[in-house]
């Protein structure tokens, strides 16, 4: 990888032992396999587009915390990262598996303004989830790292406003500041969607954030850093590193952009989730459009051309209707060679054609 | 004499040729504006105020700002030309004089001199952009036609007025006290409604983001055709900024004049829009029915007397429903609390109308209200165009070089202008100019030192 600028070398809390959320302020300077680039990448996408997923189907906050712990996994330290870079003072940090796939993304995604957009957003959405499971201490932390210039308020400034504070509390329906409790006076610019929502006090121009509100302002920072670093990433890329690296980094990299990553349907399953005998019913009841539709005809034609049968019958493999069954099902007309069922993406990508019946009927039918 | 041209050449209405006898046809025309541009409009308040401070010797003045700035005129015809600018208080007054725009629109300063933006197209990225703005707002009183039974589309009144007034007071306490702004200037639009400027340089470098923020913070009413309850007040309290409104403003609007002037409770179906605003039909069918039978003879005013009622009923805490917290509020509020409109704050790049303009509609121009005294502005004494002329031409000769709106009832709104919104606004940019010079010097000093 590409050394930008030399880690700074402090006592972080990760030194004093508290985990901390990366801030990918600085690029790490470490070894990593081409191989690897591409997997942590692979991984991290999964993620975001888990993310952009998510809030496309309206999930609430809890929710969305509880899909991102489910997703923390991908960012464990890896053991053979670890040996390659011993040597290196700040090991520890950089070993993270986070941080490299969040620096190769940026690469993936700084060339386009939608790219750059969809990138800022889930990024922003994934440090704002993971910054709300963090504890108190490691917040502060990462509010110090932002060298936010905010200031904690008083204990005499917290008496003269403690009564209108609680009032605005009470007004979002969130817990009462009490004696112990911190808060930060903040510009009202920086917290525009905490003005917005009127879930701030304001005084002559400065806004009183509950820490729990902290996560917004941290979020705010965080994207904005974000931005001003793609658009010099997007520089860098134009202007060198995509001639240099056209051999070895760009076509990965190119071809990162464009893949998706949907849901895991290669996870095989043991359990014969769907038996013959229910396959009208469940057909009826809980099919996708698109495969309810292959179903029907399917039933009505007693045929299918290739690539219906091929959608069909990977997704009846994917609901799990055990291997006699499906034989059974097929009539001798299903192989034995092992596919994974198709993703939305890629049979969106299949354009029917006179007399086909598969693709998505969001996409396809009129 | 200038006016009497003015006068017999359009309309051969007078057959007296006498001066001082004379009475103008009231209303709006375009020598008469010609005249206004000629002899009263403030170009050089105007400027002063559009400069910033850029306008002074000091080497930090920015000679391109006021260049920089779009201004945009409404012809007769209704012909409208946009991005112009001037360089100078002497070019904005030819352009003026020389066109006579029924509306003057002001818009923001740009990254380049607006009517040169296309030379810079070229270049690709967004070279051509808003830099700085003030904060605007708008607020008309058709948007209040569904709570005001007085007029209705562009009428208004000294029954509806008061609602403007206290538009002025809750968006104007929030704006100095919770936002920390200092240099607010409140307009009249000329008809019916109320423009406020925000001109401190924090306020003019906001982003629409933090417009959009500021504009929401004020946001309470959110009408549709289709919701019968238009402002709800969720939450176990409300936010000290609505708190305040209610208390020192809405409250007393609603009760000691609205009530009456509006006559809310007058009729059947002025209760009834009332009632559709308790989440509790059982509440609202108590009241319904205590109501449909009129005792007459009550020397009371109905309104009160129905208002106490409901009141009464819903504070009672004999019924306890989770929309009934807040009713008495929301009622309050649906019926006085500001409405903005939205858009005009939201973006940097809206224009507005310039004050000292004359309303075409009304011939009433556009003066600056005090928002301490607001209360005793009135729409209805506004001066007009043909009142001003007129008293221009029974003002006698001043002394050359005199100010000629001083002779009229213009001269109060300029003194007021500049005494208490453009010199402090003024005295602040210079410090605010100087101060940033001082530490830029400062830093590039430290810069040099080893």
Known sequence: MEIVRRPQLKSTAIDRGVPTLPLYRTTPSLEVRLDDFELYAIDRLRVLTGISDGLSRGKRSEEMEKLVTAMAWIFRPVAELW?????????????????????????????????????????????????RLQSAEAQRAALAEFQLPYKAVTAAEFEAIKDKLTLVARSINQTLPAADSIFYKVPFQEVPELVAGRRVFLSDGYAYVAMIQVVSLVATQFRSLLSKALTLTNRKWMSTIREQEKDRLTPIVEALSTSYVGPDYSVGREFGE??????????????????????????EDHHLKHWGRMQLGLFLKGVGLKLDDAVAFWKAEFSQKDYTPYSCQKI?????????????????FR | MVIEEAVNGKDDMLIDGQMADQVLPSGFNLNFLNLYYAKLFPYGDI????????????????????????LSFTLENDIYLRFLSFNSVSELEKGIREKCPFKIDIGPVYSVDPSKRHAY??????????????????????????????????????DCWPLM???IKVINTALRDDFGFRHILWVYSGRRGVHCWVCDGKARRLTNEQRAAIADYFRVYKGSENSKKKVSLTGHALHPFLVRSYTEVLKDLFEQTLLSSQQIFSTEDRCEKVLEMIPDESVAA?????????????????????????????????????????????????????????????????LLKAPFCVHPKTGRVCVPIDPVHCHEFDPTTVPTLSQLLQELNSGGMGQEGDNDWDRTSLGESVRFFRSSFLEPLLKACKEEMESAYNSKLQQSKNSLSW
Not at chain 2, 125 to 141: A, S, T
Request: net charge positive; with cysteine.
């Open chain 1, 83 to 131: 040996k390659a870079n011993m040597r290196h003072p700040q090991a520890s940090e950089l070993m993270s598996k986070d941080i490299i796939s969040h620096f190769v993304l940026r690469l993936v995604y700084c060339r386009t303004e939608d790219l750059r957009k969809w990138f800022l957003s889930m990024e922003t959405a994934l440090f704002r989830y993971r910054f």
């Open chain 1, 274 to 299: 769907v038996s013959l005998k229910d396959i009208d019913n469940v057909a009826k009841n809980s099919f996708p459009l698109c495969m309810r539709h292959l179903f029907d005809k399917l039933r």
């Open chain 1, 348 to 364: 969106i990508s299949l354009t029917p054609s006179v007399g086909d019946h598969h693709g998505c009927p969001y996409r396809h």
């Open chain 2, 47 to 70: 400027f002063k105020w559009m400069s910033y401070g850029n306008d002074g010797k000091h080497p930090a003045c920015d000679k391109s700002y006021f260049g920089r700035r779009e």
């Open chain 2, 121 to 158: 197209a070229q270049s690709g990225e967004n070279v051509f952009k808003p830099v700085e703005r003030e904060l605007i707002f708008d607020i008309d009183i058709t948007d209040y036609d569904d709570v005001r039974y007085c007029c209705s589309g562009a009428d208004v009144c000294l």
């Open chain 2, 165 to 167: 007034t206290a538009a």
């Open chain 2, 286 to 350: 108590e009241l319904r029915g205590r109501w449909q039978k009129r005792s007459s003879g009550s020397k009371d005013d109905i309104n009160a007397v129905r208002w106490e009622h409901l009141k009464h009923t819903l504070q009672s805490g004999r019924h306890k429903g989770q929309g009934l917290r807040r009713c008495v509020e929301e009622i309050v509020f649906s019926f006085s609390y500001p409405r903005l409109d939205m858009e005009v704050s939201k973006h940097m790049n809206h």
